[in-house]
């Protein structure tokens, strides 16, 4: 929605939430709202904003802050859609807000109205819709790896030194990306460098649209080493350089990353499970498995797998997420890996 349809609403029909009505007025070439509520009238100083993202929000309540108060009036922010998030930072630097879709925040003298919780009913103005999932996410993931970039090039070169399977973002999916994340303020640039800012926000919002992918087809395989031998992961160096998609899953890597019990079957994902077994001595066991193959499409659980011994292991952050996503015990073990995870940067 544009700021010139905002306005023409506002001066057509008003914004109207409960008992409180928000009229458009002009004094001196400035756009002033006329808040109204029973036999209570005050002006505010309004901004319209047609983008509703962390940046853009916060670069408007600089410019109508200062600029109410050079005028001597309290500002207000007007946009199509404002969060319980976005209003409680507007609450912390002392800017009103009322959006297009019933929720509003006002706080001032002989004032207070705060309504929330209403859905947003229009599309979401980041440049991509979602960035923290499947495969635009690695751009997402590579900064929870490196902190700090000179350049959107040294990003990609980065997210391709770790890409063993699938393919690299191209260069405008890529700049488009680091623009939402710039928009949310996750990261910065400054002198032409990208710096992560708020890491554990950009880890929450990774897990937050983190999808497990279904598990249906698993081949239960029993290796003739024991699970606890020396030579047990000898044994699988061969389905792990053929070139198929292999890795140990995030949990059964839970082990290079966090204190835990080790298990007595180790859980494998691959694209091709029923080809992985060719290069496996062994053969299939039903009953008493030490080895489980699980057909896994997606490539992004891939990402940034680590290589030890000739064996393909996890990321610390798809472990996170598959413990994340299990029961009590798995949770407890994810906030070890979480902290394994932030120290880097």
């Given at each position: ?12 029909s008003?914004i109207v ?19 109204i509520i029973?036999v209570?009238?005050k ?6 904003s ?18 109410a108060?050079?005028?001597k009036?309290?500002?207000l922010?007007?946009v ?26 006002i706080?001032?003298?002989?004032f207070?109205?705060y ?5 947003n ?6 440049p ?16 929870m790896?490196?902190?700090k ?6 990003i990609?070169?980065?997210i ?6 699938g ?10 990306a ?11 640039r400054e ?13 929450d ?10 598990y249906?087809?698993?081949?239960r395989?029993?290796?003739p080493?024991r ?7 000898n ?5 792990f ?10 949990l ?5 990353y966090?204190?835990?019990?080790r ?5 494998l994902?691959?694209?091709?499970p ?13 009953r ?6 699980a ?39 994810s ?7 932030l120290?880097?940067?």
């Amino acid at each position: 929605m544009k700021v010139s349809e905002i306005k023409k609403e506002m001066k057509e029909s008003s914004i109207v939430v409960g008992p409180m009505k928000i009229c458009l007025v002009e004094k001196s070439g400035y756009d002033i709202a006329r808040v109204i509520i029973g036999v209570l009238k005050k002006d505010f100083l309004i901004e319209i904003s047609s983008r509703w993202t962390p940046k853009s929000l916060m670069d408007s309540t600089y410019r109508v802050k200062a600029a109410a108060c050079d005028l001597k009036l309290e500002p207000l922010l007007v946009v199509p859609y404002l969060s319980e998030d976005s209003f409680k930072m507007l609450e912390n630097v002392g800017v009103n807000g009322v959006d297009l879709c019933g929720n509003a925040f006002i706080r001032s003298e002989g004032f207070y109205f705060y309504v929330s919780g209403r859905v947003n009913r229009f599309k979401a103005s980041a440049p991509i819709k979602n960035i923290y999932r499947n495969n635009t996410s690695s751009v997402a993931r590579i900064c929870m790896t490196v902190p700090k970039f000179s350049s959107i090039t040294e990003i990609i070169s980065e997210i391709s030194k770790r890409t063993v399977f699938g393919s690299v973002p191209t260069l405008p999916t890529v700049s488009k990306a680091v623009k939402s994340l710039e928009e949310d303020l996750i990261i910065k640039r400054e002198g032409g460098n990208i710096q992560v800012v708020q890491p554990e926000k950009l880890l929450d919002l990774l897990l937050e649209n983190y999808v497990e992918s279904p598990y249906q087809e698993v081949i239960r395989w029993k290796l003739p080493q024991r699970f606890d031998s020396p030579e047990f992961y000898n044994q699988m160096k061969d389905s792990f350089s053929c070139g198929i998609p292999l890795m140990v899953s995030g949990l059964s890597s839970t082990m290079k990353y966090a204190v835990m019990q080790r298990g007595e079957v180790l859980r494998l994902f691959s694209s091709e499970p029923e080809k992985i077994v060719e290069f496996l001595p062994g053969k299939e066991d039903e009953r008493f498995p030490n080895l489980l193959i699980a057909r896994n499409f997606n490539l992004i659980d891939y990402f940034d797998i680590r290589g030890e011994n000739g064996v393909l292991w996890a990321s610390p952050i798809q472990c996170y997420f598959e413990l994340s996503s299990g029961d009590k015990r798995d949770k407890e073990i994810s906030e070890q890996v979480k902290q394994k995870i932030l120290p880097v940067l």
